[in-house]
């Protein structure tokens, strides 16, 4: 079982090797050999003792030759193939005129070339390779830049903007006007005032009153009150006032705006900024709405905190 593991081929996979295919599917197949002309096999001649060959009536006489079995020649070694192995062809010994020709007509300078466009196809694959590799390394580390400045601006726009807007809409529609208003002014007053009600009057100096008719007496007599008598008296008058009276007051005042015309308003901005906020409002603000591990490190560079 081992040894027909040995003996199976193995396969690896060369993606140079594919892309080169794909981009020169003739450059390592060999230039087709043409099969050299059939040659006539030589007319067999019977060679005179002296080495001069025979004449054609001579070579008509002669009797033909009994077919006999050819003589089994041994076999060695080297030339019986063994089981497994892959039979190799005869080698020839090269000419002076096969170093510079190939087999199928070419000059050997064909094979030179093709070797060379090998070797620089192969460097060129080589150099594409290592540059598509760098090339690779330099757009992660631009992305991974470009997503962390754009979660940033997510961040930004959806938590800070958006969000803002759409809360302080929200806290205005909630919002109380509340204070203290202060009145100052000059209020002009006219009107009548009537007064009747009885009073004491206290005398502050000696009165006279004349033609007085006191008790028994039915004669007029005058009679003179001394002062601090008191005597009680029924006031009835009408008494026009007409004045400016100047008025200073603090008044406090409580305005709920969600009870005014302002709150449609409100609830119309609401309604407008709410799609993009539940669109643009980031469900990852930092790194502890995260189990990093530890990649803790780079989740603390990556969330930007605005």
């Known amino acids: 079982m081992s040894q027909n593991k040995k003996n199976e081929p193995q396969f690896k996979l060369n993606y140079f090797d594919i892309i080169k295919g794909v981009l020169f599917p003739h450059a390592d197949k060999p230039a087709k050999k043409t099969p050299p002309p059939a040659s006539k096999p030589p007319s067999v001649a019977a060679s005179s003792p002296s080495g001069v ?54 000059p050997a300078s064909s094979g030179r070339a093709a070797l060379h466009f090998h070797t620089l196809a192969k460097a060129f694959f080589n150099v594409a390779g290592i540059l598509s590799f760098i090339v690779n390394i330099i757009l992660i580390v631009v992305l991974l830049i470009l997503a962390r400045e ?9 938590d800070h903007l958006l969000g803002g807007l759409y809360k302080n809409f ?5 919002a109380h006007i509340r204070t203290t208003i202060t009145v100052q002014d000059n209020i002009p007053v006219a009107f009548d005032l009537p007064i009747s009600q009885q009073i004491v009057v206290t005398l502050t100096e000696n009165t006279t009153i004349r033609n007085a008719i006191v008790g028994v007496l039915s004669v007029p007599t005058t009679v003179t009150l001394p002062a601090g008598t008191q005597l009680p008296i029924q006031l009835n ?3 026009p006032v007409q004045t400016v009276i100047p008025v200073t007051l603090n008044v406090p005042v409580d305005i709920p705006l969600n009870q005014t015309e302002l709150h449609q308003p409100f609830i119309g901005l609401q309604d407008v900024v709410r799609p993009f906020n539940d669109l643009l409002q980031p469900a ?8 990093c591990g530890l ?3 780079f989740c603390n560079w990556f969330f930007i905190t605005p």
């Not at 003589?71 to 510079?100: D, L, M, Y």
């Not at 990852?284 to 189990?291: Q, R």
């Open 170 to 174: 929200q806290l205005m529609d909630a």
């Open 295 to 297: 990649f803790q490190p």
């Open 150 to 158: 754009l979660f940033a601006l997510k961040a930004i726009v959806g």
């Open 237 to 239: 008058l009408t008494v």
């Open 284 to 291: 990852i603000k930092s790194p502890a709405d995260l189990s």
């Open 53 to 106: 060959s025979a004449s054609p009536s001579a070579t008509r006489s002669t009797p033909p030759a009994t077919s006999q079995p050819a003589p089994k020649t041994p076999t060695t070694a080297s030339s019986t193939p063994i089981q497994g192995e892959t039979p190799r062809p005869a080698t020839r010994p090269v000419g002076p005129s096969s170093a510079q020709v190939t087999p199928s007509g070419q």
